[in-house]
Structure formats: C-alpha cells, structure tokens
C-alpha cells in the first residue's frame, strides 16, 4: 500500500505568487504540471494556530478509530460536541478532514483522514 503524505509549506505571500506564475507560465508554454496537494500558510505562528494539539489529536483519533460521526468523535477525545464539531469544519476547510454526510435515521456526518502523514516544509 502507498504512503499517502500532505504536505504544508511555510511561504511569504510573495512567494506562493512567484510558484502561481510559475505554474502559468508552464501552462501557456504547454508543459505539464505537476499536481500539488497540501496547505500553504503565510508564517509559522498562524499554522500553530490552526494545527493546535487537540485539533491534531482529532486526526490522529480519526485515522485511527473511524469514528462514525463527530458525536463519536467528540466522545473518543473527551471533549465537547461543539467544540470538537468546530474543529473538524475547520480542518475539513483547509482540506484536511473529509466530511460525509449519511441519513440512516438521524442524519450525522462522517469525518475521514486519507493520509498517513503531514510533512511539513519551511524554506529558509
């Protein structure tokens, strides 16, 4: 089975411009490019305050429970429904939570992590 990895970068604004240009000048020239999947964010401080320690305790309770619903979830880690509900829309924003919604019954929603790792890059 292979590895799936999601990959966060630290870059300056100017510096995620400079690879979007670089991607369209690939592009217009009709050259391939190469498919990226991870989250970019502007400066360290503002990661750890979206990947703080419980919201990474949640994905790793997630990859390795499979949780059936965020209720389940929010009993796994010990925590309250609202604020875990919270933290997983919140992951699931930024891509690294996929929620499914299912209606047996009562209608709950599913989160899932289909990664193994994150692999975090910061250029110096």
Do not use: W
């Not at 990895?5 to 670089?22: P, R, W």
């Not at 190469?34 to 990661?47: R, S």
């Not at 949640?58 to 929010?74: C, N, W």
């Amino acid at each position: 089975m292979k590895v799936k990895n999601i990959k966060i970068a630290i870059k300056s604004n100017e510096e995620l411009l400079k690879d979007v240009q670089e991607v369209f000048g690939k592009l217009e020239r009709g050259e391939k490019v190469k498919k990226h999947e991870g989250v970019c964010f502007e400066n360290l401080e503002t990661m750890r305050k979206v990947l703080t320690e419980e919201r990474l305790k949640i994905l790793k309770t997630v990859k390795e429970e499979k949780p059936l619903s965020i209720y389940a979830l929010a009993k796994l880690v010990h925590r309250n429904l609202k604020n875990v509900s919270d933290d997983v829309h919140c992951l699931a924003d930024i891509g690294f939570v996929e929620l499914k919604k299912t209606k047996e019954g009562r209608e709950k929603t599913t989160p899932t992590v289909n990664y193994n790792k994150i692999l975090i890059e910061i250029a110096v």
